[in-house]
């Protein structure tokens, strides 16, 4: 754990600081040090959530909530190299968040433009954004085991010595110029910049058919499953019909495995 702290130390080279989550009690503010490693452990035993953010966030992005697909098309080269920048956790078994250290500032309204490209939970807004520390264990109850354990947080890549120059939306060319985020091919590929398509296009007679059809349309597109996933999220209002996150889930496997299944018979 020290070893990961004294990472932490330099990819954070403006200072960062940890808290204590509890879920009844709230969040409150521990010094990052190793002194403090002992009581961080032991709040992380007591079932509590330690998490970390950077004295200053504006020059950080954490794209939350990552298949390891999404980590492979937005966050690694065509050669298998990590894209300058990044700090890569698995805070649950195929499950990542990943840091982007960026070389200026970013307003939050640039923040949500780029999360919104790179896929992961869309409801994860960048203001006051923490992330789970790596080392120690994510206590969510459904990530607990028969025995009472849960998942350790692995820090799997971290690069304090780069950063990635990240476009601000408030530049009107940045939104034609390719980002240097996630390049993508020029045709079959996932980046439509302005012309990309909206589920409000495939408006049906109901909310199945018309995800179903947005489903086939983006994949047509590129997209993978889990990109499907987060724009229909993102992009749909009412779930009347499905009331539940386990609902909801269960019906957009449905929904994106049968569109796959007609896209790879095509």
């Not at 690069?159 to 990635?164: E, G, L, M, N, S």
């Not at 476009?167 to 079959?188: F, H, N, T, V």
């Amino acid at each position: 754990m020290q070893k990961i702290f004294q990472k932490l130390d330099r990819y954070f080279p403006s200072g960062w600081h940890v808290a204590v989550l509890d879920m009844l009690k709230g969040r409150w503010i521990v010094k990052p040090a190793i002194s403090t490693i002992g009581y961080l452990k032991a709040e992380n035993a007591g079932g509590r959530h330690i998490l970390i953010q950077p004295d200053d966030p504006s020059r950080y992005l954490l794209a939350d909530d990552l298949s390891w697909e999404l980590i492979l098309s937005h966050h690694c080269r065509p050669d298998g190299t990590w894209k300058p920048g990044r700090m890569v956790v698995e805070t649950s078994p195929r499950n990542f968040q990943v840091w982007i250290h960026g070389q200026s500032p970013l307003s939050l309204d640039d923040k949500r433009h780029w999360l919104k490209k790179l896929g992961g939970d869309p409801a994860a807004d960048p203001n006051n954004r923490w992330g789970r520390c790596p080392g120690f264990r994510n206590c969510k109850d459904k990530y607990r085991n028969p025995e009472g354990g849960y998942p350790l947080s692995r820090l799997i890549w971290i690069d304090w010595a780069k950063r990635t120059q990240i476009p601000r939306i408030a530049d009107p060319k940045a939104a034609l110029r390719p980002s240097p985020l996630s390049p993508q091919p020029m045709e079959g590929g996932v980046c439509h910049g302005h012309k990309s398509i909206r589920r409000s296009f495939y408006e049906r007679d109901n909310e199945s058919t018309t995800d179903f059809s947005y489903a086939l349309a983006l994949m047509r597109r590129g997209y993978t499953d889990d990109q499907v996933r987060s724009r229909i999220l993102s992009e749909r209002d009412r779930w009347h019909n499905h009331q539940g996150q386990r609902k909801i889930d269960a019906y957009l496997d449905r929904t994106i495995r049968r569109a796959r299944a007609i896209i790879l018979a095509a």
